[in-house]
């Protein structure tokens, strides 16, 4: 029968590499996941990993046997991405959404609804997604990760990114903005499209 | 959502995201949700932004390649055994950028290959020959492709089944004899710490190239235990790393002084 985390993680404190090297094992994907979301490059997403599993090995000691190992290693590699994402303030500008809005033809008929071909929309759609990723700058990738799929509230990832709140909504919204331009196309035809007349 | 006006003719891009993630403030929310629930406007743009926003949330992030555990482990294995050392800490270094600083020293210090070691350097500083750029430039390009598959092969082995050795060995073959002429090179040049690496990687294309037909698990988990006790794959990885560096700041230079 497996160990629990809570076994392992014990063991690996008592000086056990190899329990150690089981907790890794169990989780490296999932934090290389999180890391690739956040980073944007499979390069810094297997950087993010070694350095979380990294301070996870030397902060041992101080996790609490009764919390959960995943939940407090990811809560380590979402620091980890944001300590490569700031050490890189050199980082290369974000595309326009005016540039994604041409990228990578939406596949549309005359009517303006989008092809009927569910398979090729839902690929297009997930290209789109990576393509909108990729055009997003470090900090509005970290804080758009952070706030919609790790659930931070702003003023938590304002913190993290030692931005001022309003500069954290700001690239929260220009993310937001840039996925709009690339996905909006494609969604649409599933999306009401009334007015557009808004303040 | 104006504080001040508790019922906005339409709510802007910007307001409808608080709204969605739950950031606009209870009193403002309900407002919202309100507004939402009469304002067809407002409401087909929310409906628009949720659609958006659930795509974003359909797809799928790349996965990490097959192995992927193991060779996290292969990473991360040699460093951990540094961070044991108490020395470490009293440097005030952690042991990931004390590993990094090694590993980078490792090559720093060798001043890279024969290009630098075995020409003479330009007599006047700032003004090296084009000539003697693009050979560095070639240099640093034979050897990162070297490193890089060399990489790519330590990765496949790691990962791989021990069927997939005999698939390699005609890889291993041609990755030797290139290996072999930099490490004597880096000897000629008096760089040990490459040698030692190189001399290390030699070693397990050895083990590969002239390895049976069948390779029994056993076999495949000694090459496995071969790369990752001695960290080779770490080693290699910051090798690669570095002399992409080198070959860009080459490359720099190259444009610069022509």
């Known amino acids: ?199 | 959502m104006n504080p001040g006006n508790t019922d906005p003719m339409h709510y802007t891009d910007d307001e409808l995201v608080l709204h969605h993630y739950g950031e606009s403030g209870a009193p403002r929310a309900g407002r919202a949700a309100e507004h939402l629930s009469r304002c067809t406007t407002c409401a087909a743009a929310y409906s628009r932004l949720q659609h958006v926003l659930a795509a974003v949330d359909g797809s799928p992030v790349p996965e990490p390649p097959d192995g992927f555990e193991r060779i996290a482990w292969a990473r991360l294995h040699p460093v951990l055994r540094t961070t044991r050392g108490r020395w470490l800490s009293s440097l005030g270094l952690s042991p990931a950028r004390l590993a990094w600083i090694g590993a980078v020293v490792v090559l720093v210090t060798g001043a890279f290959l024969a290009g630098r070691l075995s020409h003479p350097a330009p007599s006047r500083p700032g003004a090296e020959p084009a000539s003697a750029l693009m050979r560095e430039r070639l240099l640093l390009s034979d050897l990162g492709e070297h490193l890089d598959r060399s990489q790519a092969m330590l990765i496949e082995l790691i990962s791989t089944d021990a069927g997939g050795v005999p698939a390699e060995r005609e890889r291993a073959e041609e990755l030797l004899s290139d290996n072999r002429l930099y490490r004597q090179t880096a000897a000629v040049s008096g760089n040990s710490s490459l040698v030692t690496v190189l001399d290390e990687l030699e070693r397990v294309l050895i083990d590969i190239a002239a390895g049976p037909d069948v390779v029994s698990p056993t076999d495949m988990e000694n090459v496995r235990r071969q790369i990752e006790s001695d960290g080779l794959l770490f080693k290699v990885r910051v090798l690669a790393k570095e002399v992409r560096d080198r070959q860009n700041a080459a490359i720099r230079r190259t444009s610069r002084s022509s």
Request: charged residues 30%; hydrophobic residues 40%; glycine residues 4%.
């Open chain 1, 1 to 199: 029968m497996p160990q629990t985390d809570a076994d392992t993680v014990a063991l690996a404190r008592d000086g056990d590499t190899d329990a150690f090297r089981t907790l890794v094992e169990r989780h490296s994907r999932a934090v290389y996941r999180l890391a690739y979301r956040m980073t944007g490059t499979p390069q810094d997403a297997e950087d993010v990993v070694q350095d979380t599993f990294l301070k996870a090995y030397r902060q041992l000691g101080r996790f609490e046997s009764r919390a959960n190992f995943s939940t407090w290693v990811h809560r380590i590699a979402v620091n980890c991405a944001i300590d490569l994402i700031r050490s890189r303030a050199h980082r290369e500008a974000g595309h326009d959404a005016t540039q994604l809005e041409r990228c990578g033809p939406a596949e549309r008929n005359e009517t303006g609804r989008a092809s009927p071909e569910r398979l090729m929309l839902s690929t297009e759609v997930h290209e789109r997604v990576q393509a909108a990723m990729s055009a997003l700058s470090r900090m509005e990738r970290a804080a758009f990760v952070m706030r919609h799929f790790e659930g931070h509230s702003i003023e938590e990832i304002s913190r993290a990114l030692a931005l001022k709140t309003n500069a954290t909504k700001h690239s929260i919204f220009r993310a937001v903005k840039k996925m709009r331009a690339a996905l909006e196309p494609l969604v649409a035809s599933e999306a009401p499209m009334a007015g557009t007349e808004r303040r």
